[in-house]
């Protein structure tokens, strides 16, 4: 961070200017209301403060020195790192021996690296070393991500790669940036200064409390993490007791995940008094010992944001859409402007008229052919890079005639030719066959059909290509074709996305010799096309474009002259010939002057990387033409040949020469090989595009006069598009040589990149236009991109044309300097436009290599490129790391890309990606393919090894956060919506009071008694009726048997128990009727029965501390069970798990003495309880709710009711039967209302996905229940399985209802999907639909047989999150499907309430729902008389507006009430409750309210692998939890997709990204996620993830 001890006085402030003055006033107001980073706000601070301080940086007082040189080092105690990566910053001297050796220039490196000379121009070198020098004083640590060591096996390296360098292209140099960072860094890459912050001195990492605050910044004693956060957990809703022990339970890692496992909480306790001893439970953040590796990298993560603390949610909000994206930032006021006046076109020197230049380059062949047949045209090297083949001009001659001959007349018939003058053809030639490439071509052009030479087959783009020109065929080679993937019957295979190809060879034996009278008809040179050249867009597309014959002549004439080219010269070619410069002079300007061309193949230089050089010195070649990697590889390979000779050279045509980095090649290069003849004015840079052809060339200097100067810019100006000589700060300038002049009888201008072409000043950077008859004529067959192109007329300011002439657009960036020379400071397609200013790709690869002083990623297999993401661009570097490149060697060159990244473009990275070597998408010459690099990082297949995402500092053009608005209370609420015409939010169900029911069951008051009653009236009529996973019957129980098995047992609990009235008893059972019976017995004994789910036998560890904490919690006096299940409890393995000596009387009820009780227990009162519902929550809270008698018979009445249950009535029930209202139709309500309860033990579809479905056809059953869990398992089971469905018969017409039963918002998605599946057997649309019920109210809605059918409506997420309601259109931007959950039960009333203030809100707010009715549960169970609690959750009043003080049960859920158009059974316009989210699990960031679902719902669907997902907060910080169920190495592609996708969707930057196995996300019985429990896991480092990726 800038040193807070040198900021200037306040005196020294007051003399500041009042406008600076203001500045810092606005900075400190942004700070304190949380809208800005305290990085954020320091960087602006000191760049507002240095034009006035300027002692600021370099004064450090001596006593200051001296203080910091005697700085004792950490003890060894004291440096135990936060993980096995890191290392510790050691004591300050070192630091100042590495700052004084970067200060002091670089003397010493120029020594050493006698090598490389080094000129003053290139600063970019020391740029890079001094801006990672001032990083290393001022960054935050950054944390290393975390790797499970199996998981990336670096593929072999490419056996053929040429020495210390890539097989890459394009981008070899920065070479003496290399050399001069290389000795700088050395030292400092031994320790980790570098890259890891300096701990707080004196303090260990590992337990401090003040490594826990940011930066140094000690607020109050030495706490811990927890005293810094104990609030981070949302408190304005308190919920349930969780009444716990504090055993953690063990790591849920296991790789199975049974559908049926409550885990317990871990360890915090709510309704805890305050005076309760806390010591017991961790000192530390929510039970995490401090020393675990991720805390403390979360810790670290969090010092490096330094982020303000938001403030919290606000109560009223002013709904302004707008202020919801501010997009782009406004530009800087300061920013430099252009100044000069408008350019004017600048004249190439006039085209020579030479007498005896030909009219058709096809002449030139004739006349060369026919008259110096002898003469060498074209040398073909073999794969040593020896001269293996020369053809001669007679031989091109004539083997040409021969195709064109054949091409026109021996393909078809003669009245239907197969080729006509025109017509296009493909010519597929590998890169190491010139001659027959050669006689293709000129044959082609003989025979007046126009050739589009391309690379190798099978590109899908290619094939886009050949199809947009209407190409039907190819020539090529017998070998080519032979190479070539064949069919079973011989034929080519069929490329994707290519046209249908006839082949034709072209070798000298296919062809036929023409007659004596024929010749090829050659006229002058016109405007009709010659050839048609391929180019790559930026986007990956593949474009083609035509060339006339006239300006394939004019640039042949044009190169000639620019390069004063004669006849004979020999001329060595190491580019691709099929195109760009390679083929205008290796190709055309060598048969229109009659030279010689040596052709050196890509796959020869990559065997012996001086073939070149060699070539040049053995054929006295005057001119060769290459790329600066070729420059490159020569000098790594100079060493194995010392007696070559460049003295022949007069040219050295360096066709990349516009590159930033083209510079320090062409200089390294002179300086190794002048004294091998190489004279400094040969080296010729150009600059070439497909559209524009030859843009410029240096001419070739005269002996002895001064090379052209540099242009050194400023960065910082060259981002807005203006020209700054670069005076201010040298670590950021730009050197850059100029490609010489405008071509021979060309003209260029320079006009703005974007909008309409006006003209560029003087001093403004911008695309190089280019009028002349030697550039391209359009793309062929697309008219609109053309017309952009080709045919471009340049503006003035006011907009109107400068001259008629039609200029082509080059693709190339730059300016004209003085004495009209061409400088080139990029290209349109390497262009970044990241908040308005413009960087450039290849500037940004010239610096991450600057930094490759460790051997970490190869040369030139770097690939920069942007991607959109939140209404911004967003830069990514991608690079090859080398095999063998250590973890930390890799982590350590990424951490300083970024800072020398940051520094000197003032730029930050979005994303920096290694990738094992050679996986990389390859051009045919080996460059980096970067559109399909892009197009694999979006669709998540990059496969990185290694990835930093750094969102927090690129992205700042998220929205404010949303601030509180004091002082407004529920009243205003309430009048404001009134003024605005809303209702206020309730609804109700029927009145129970208005509906008769004429049934004897009314006069019972208890459930008990109501079996006793059917035991008499309706002895045999079947009740229950249980089925195995065959879908046999296994029990079934009638009124009687129901009866005395209740009545056997609770004899039980007398004699053997010793129980009385009131005890609690735990049942432990499997589903079944066992169960029932056992609840029933306990009833008829007084005791108060606890259902409990059974541990399960191959999870102890993980099942069973939840059974013992509800056994101690509910204070059981016994348990009852089943044998088996009896000693699984007293097990070996329960033994390890829990403490199996303290359990209380454990009877099993296998074995029952036929015994009955003299009489049966009645409670006094209605109000007594009747039994315990425990459930632990998603939030992992335990909690236990009392359910007195004239709730439970309140509930069975309402249900009946809603779904019109009799005794001649038949249900299904596939669900689980511990807690809430799966419990409630499980066991009591078959007793009240006398139907069938077909029951289906959930844990049975495992074992037959059909059961559920085949029993519900067999019985005919009209309504049937299940969970979430079940339909899922029957979705993704059953989806390719509906045709043995049907073929079993298998009808579901007969059902009426299929409810699901859930606690939880409307998982609509799977209810649609399950509705779609299984309409082809008959499930009615309709009929499914959802419950809901709460911890305090265990059904508020059902759906019920009668009412409106369960309505949808599509709200606007964005509003959701500030609380508010609105409605939209389906497939609105942000919109999200919410279903009714069910209609509201008889006699139940709900209000929507504001959680903070308790007062009802209207209609179009979003607010806790509130429930009335007669069975909500009388108070939660708890060891804590926690009364405040009980008051606050189960009789409450609303704050305001409630006459009638009406008791209130809060539910804990955030939800909203809409009125519909339908008509409810009461003739009323029916009310719908809609549930939106459990409000403890909201969390709350940027003062906004997200709901975890549906940021989960936005990350599972951006990759295939996930295949399920998790987030929770922790200390401000969004961390996302996937599991990939692919393979381990495509867990790197989901860091950058799920941080893009959580910002575009949700405006929120992920902290930390964690890559899991699939079943580690623990998942309740009921089907919801336990994101707090997977927190605690996570913090606790028992999680065994395959990453996790902290995001800076």
């Not at 590796?293 to 944001?305: A, C, E, F, P």
């Not at 473009?905 to 994303?911: E, I, K, T």
Request: charged share 20%.
């Amino acid at each position: 961070m800038a040193e807070r001890g040198l900021e200037p006085s306040p005196a020294a402030v007051a003399a500041l200017p009042p406008e600076v003055r203001a500045q810092l006033a606005e900075l400190e107001l942004e700070l304190s209301e949380g809208d800005i980073t305290q990085k954020g706000y320091e960087k602006k601070r000191s760049k507002l403060l240095s034009p006035y301080s300027p002692q600021t940086q370099e004064t450090d007082s001596a006593a200051q020195k001296e203080l910091r040189n005697q700085t004792p080092a950490p003890s060894a105690a004291q440096t135990s790192a936060p993980s096995k990566y890191h290392r510790t910053r050691s004591g300050g001297a070192r630091d100042e021996r590495y700052r004084s050796a970067c200060n002091k220039g670089l003397l010493r490196i120029q020594k050493e690296f006698s090598l490389v000379r080094i000129y003053s121009e290139d600063i970019h070198t020391e740029a890079v070393q001094a801006a990672l020098a001032k990083h290393k004083e001022q960054k935050m640590a950054l944390p290393m991500p975390t790797k499970r060591r199996s998981t990336f096996v670096q593929s072999p390296a490419d056996a053929c790669t040429p020495p210390d360098t890539s097989s890459a292209s394009e981008d070899e140099g920065s070479l003496r940036r290399q050399a001069a960072l290389s000795a700088a860094l050395q030292q400092s890459l031994q320790n980790a200064e570098s890259w890891i912050n300096r701990s707080i001195q004196g303090s260990s990492t590992s337990s401090s409390a003040s490594s826990t605050l940011s930066h140094g910044e000690v607020k109050g004693t030495s706490g811990s993490l927890a005293d810094v956060f104990a609030n981070t957990r949302i408190e304005n809703f308190s919920a349930p007791p969780d009444v716990t022990t504090t055993t953690s339970s063990s790591s849920s890692s296991s790789s199975i995940r049974p559908a049926n496992i409550d885990l317990p909480p871990s360890g915090i306790v709510k309704g805890m008094h305050k005076g309760s001893n806390r010591s017991s439970l961790m000192d530390t953040a929510d039970g995490v010992p401090v020393s675990s590796r991720v805390s403390t990298k979360i810790q670290q993560l969090l010092n490096t944001l330094k982020r303000p603390k938001r403030p919290p949610l606000k109560e009223f909000f002013v709904d302004d859409s707008e202020e919801i994206v501010e997009g782009i930032p406004q530009p800087d006021p300061n920013q430099p402007k252009p100044e000069g006046r408008q350019m004017t076109p600048v004249k190439g020197e006039p085209l020579g008229v030479i007498c005896n230049w030909p009219p058709a380059l096809e002449s030139a062949l004739q006349r060369w052919g026919t008259t110096q047949a002898k003469c060498s045209c074209l040398t073909a090297l073999d794969m040593t890079g020896k001269p293996v083949y020369t053809l001669t001009y007679g031989k091109l001659w004539s083997r040409s005639l021969k195709l064109a001959y054949t091409l026109l007349n021996k393909l078809g018939t003669k009245n239907e030719p197969v080729l006509k003058p025109g017509d296009r053809v493909a010519l597929v030639y590998p890169n190491n066959d010139p001659v027959m490439f050669m006689v293709a071509f000129y044959g082609c052009l003989l025979a007046e059909v126009i050739p589009v030479p391309i690379e190798d087959a099978g590109g899908q783009q290619i094939g886009f290509l050949l199809g947009s020109c209407g190409i039907a065929l190819a020539l090529t080679s017998e070998v080519c074709l032979k190479g070539l993937p064949k069919t079973q019957n011989g034929e080519i295979v069929q490329f994707k996305g290519w046209p249908r190809l006839k082949w034709v060879v072209t070798d000298s034996k296919y062809l036929s010799k023409p007659p004596k009278d024929w010749q090829p008809h050659i006229s002058p040179a016109g405007t009709e096309p010659a050839y048609i050249e391929y180019k790559t867009s930026k986007e990956g597309s593949v474009m083609g474009v035509t060339v006339s014959r006239l300006a394939m002549l004019s640039h042949c004439q044009a190169l000639s002259q620019a390069c004063n080219y004669s006849e004979g010269e020999t001329i060595v070619n190491v580019l691709d010939f099929k195109k760009d410069a390679g083929l205008w002079h290796g190709m055309f300007a060598n048969v229109m002057n009659k030279m010689h061309t040596i052709s050196v193949p890509y796959s020869v230089m990559k065997t012996c990387p001086l073939s070149w050089v060699q070539r040049v010195h053995a054929h006295k070649a005057k001119v060769a033409l290459v790329k600066c990697r070729d420059l490159h590889w020569a000098m790594m390979a100079h060493r194995d040949q010392r007696d070559v000779s460049l003295s022949s050279l007069r040219m050295l045509i360096v066709t990349d020469g516009a590159n930033p980095w083209s510079v320090s090649s062409c200089d390294a290069f002179l300086s190794l090989f002048q004294s091998h003849g190489l004279k400094p004015e040969a080296i010729c840079p150009c600059a070439t595009s497909a559209e524009a052809m030859t843009v410029a060339i240096r001419r070739p200097g005269v002996p002895g006069a001064p090379l052209p100067g540099r242009a050194i810019l400023s960065m910082n100006g060259l981002s807005y598009g203006v020209i700054r000589v670069n005076t201010e700060d040298k670590n950021s300038a730009l050197t850059v040589q100029d490609v010489g002049h405008v071509m021979p009888g060309g003209m260029m201008c320079i006009v703005k990149p974007d909008g309409p072409p006006q003209l560029c000043k003087t001093d403004e950077i911008g695309e190089i236009c280019v009028s002349s008859r030697t550039g391209g004529m359009m793309y062929f067959g697309l008219a609109g991109v053309t017309k952009n192109t080709f045919e471009v007329i340049p503006v003035n300011s006011a907009g109107s044309p400068v001259g008629d002439v039609p200029f082509i657009r080059s693709g190339l960036l730059g300016f004209v300097g003085p004495g009209s020379l061409v400088f080139v400071v990029g290209k349109m397609d390497g262009l970044l436009m990241v908040s308005g200013r413009r960087h450039n790709a290849d500037d940004i690869v010239a610096t991450g290599l600057a930094v490759e002083s460790i051997k970490t990623v190869y040369r030139g297999r770097i690939a920069v490129f942007s991607v959109s993401v939140f209404y911004d661009e967003r830069i990514v570097v991608v690079a090859e790391q080398r095999p063998d490149a250590s973890e930390e060697d890799s982590f350590q060159w990424m951490s300083r890309v970024l800072q020398a990244i940051d520094s000197i473009h003032q730029v930050g990275v979005y994303c920096l990606a290694l990738v094992p070597a050679n996986t990389l998408p390859k051009t045919p010459l080996g460059g980096i393919h970067i559109s399909q690099t892009k197009q694999l990082f979006l669709e998540g297949s990059l496969h990185p090894c290694n990835i930093l995402m750094c969102p927090h500092t690129c992205v700042t053009n998220l929205p404010k956060p949303r601030q509180k608005q004091p002082g407004v209370g529920p009243a205003s609420v309430m009048v404001g919506n009134l003024v605005a015409g809303k209702r206020i939010a309730q609804a109700a169900g029927r009145d129970l009071g208005q509906i008769e029911e004429n049934d004897l069951v009314r006069k019972h008051q208890f459930l008990a008694e109501i079996l006793q009653w059917r035991a008499q009236a309706t002895p045999d009529h079947a009740l229950f009726m249980l089925l195995n996973a065959k879908g046999t019957t296994v029990c079934t129980a009638s009124c009687l048997q129901l009866h005395k098995r209740a009545e056997r047992i609770a004899s039980v609990l007398g004699d053997k128990g010793h129980l009385n009235a009131g005890d609690n008893v735990v049942l432990l059972y499997p589903p079944g009727i066992e169960l029932i019976a056992a609840f029933y017995g306990c009833l008829y004994a007084g005791c108060i029965p606890v259902t409990v789910r059974p541990p399960h036998a191959q999870n102890l560890t993980a099942t069973l501390p939840t059974v013992r904490m509800i056994v101690d919690v509910s204070k059981a006096a016994c348990i009852l069970t089943s044998q088996t299940l009896m000693r699984l409890l007293r097990s070996r393995e329960a033994a390890a798990a829990v403490d199996v000596k303290t359990w209380p009387t454990i009877i099993d009820t296998d074995d029952l003495p036929r015994k009955r009780l003299p009489q049966l227990y009645k409670p006094p009162t209605p109000e007594m309880l009747a039994y315990l519902d425990f459930s632990v929550s998603t939030t992992g809270m335990l909690t236990g709710v009392k359910m007195s008698h004239s709730a439970v018979n309140a509930l069975c009445r309402a249900i009946k009711l809603q779904c019109e249950l009799y005794s001649s009535r038949q249900i299904a029930i596939c669900l689980d039967p511990y807690c809430g209202l799966g419990f409630a139709l499980w066991c009591l309500c078959s007793v009240y209302s006398g139907h069938q309860s077909v029951l289906i033990p959930p844990m049975e579809l495992e074992n037959n996905l059909f059961l559920w479905l085949a029993t519900v056809n067999q019985y005919k059953i009209r309504d049937t229940f299940c969970s979430y869990s079940v339909m899922e398992l029957c979705t993704k089971g059953l989806g390719n399985q509906v045709e043995v469905l049907k073929t079993r018969g298998i009808n579901l017409s007969c059902v009426r209802t299929c409810v699901v039963v859930a606690e939880e918002r409307p998982r609509v998605a799977l209810q649609q999907s399950f509705s779609k599946l299984f309409k082809d057997i008959g499930l009615s649309p309709r009929a499914v639909s959802t419950t809901f019920g709460s911890r305090v109210n265990v059904a508020i809605c059902l759906q019920g047989t009668s009412g409106p059918d369960p309505t949808t409506v599509y709200v606007d997420l964005k509003s959701l999150r500030h609380d508010r309601v609105r409605l939209v259109e389906r497939g609105a931007p942000q919109s999200l499907l919410l279903s009714e959950s069910g209609k509201i039960l008889p006699g139940v009333k709900v209000v929507i309430v504001n959680p903070e203030t308790k007062g009802p809100v209207g209609d179009s707010h979003l607010g806790e729902i509130w429930v009335n009715s007669p069975h909500t549960a009388s108070g939660y169970y708890t060891i804590y008389d926690s009364e405040t609690l009980q008051a606050d959750h189960f009789n409450t009043r609303l704050s305001f507006g409630d006459a009638a003080q009406t008791l209130w049960a809060r539910t804990g859920y955030l939800g909203f009430v809409r009125r519909t158009e339908l008509t409810a059974a009461t003739g009323e316009r029916h009310d719908a409750l809609y549930v939106v989210g459990a409000l403890d699990e909201t969390l709350e960031l940027r003062g906004l309210r997200y709901h975890p679902i549906d940021i989960e719902t936005s990350v599972s669907r951006i990759h295939r692998s996930i295949a399920e997902c998790a987030v929770f907060t922790w200390t401000n910080l969004l961390v996302v939890v996937v599991e990939l169920c692919g393979s381990e190495q495509e867990a790197l592609d989901l860091v950058p997709l799920v941080t893009n996708v959580v910002l575009e969707e949700h405006y929120l930057i992920v902290g930390v990204v964690v890559v899991v196995d699939p079943g580690v996300i623990p998942i309740n019985s009921r089907g919801e996620k336990q994101r707090m429990h997977l927190r605690d896991s996570f913090l606790a480092d028992q999680l065994d993830p395959i990453y996790v990726a902290y995001n800076m």
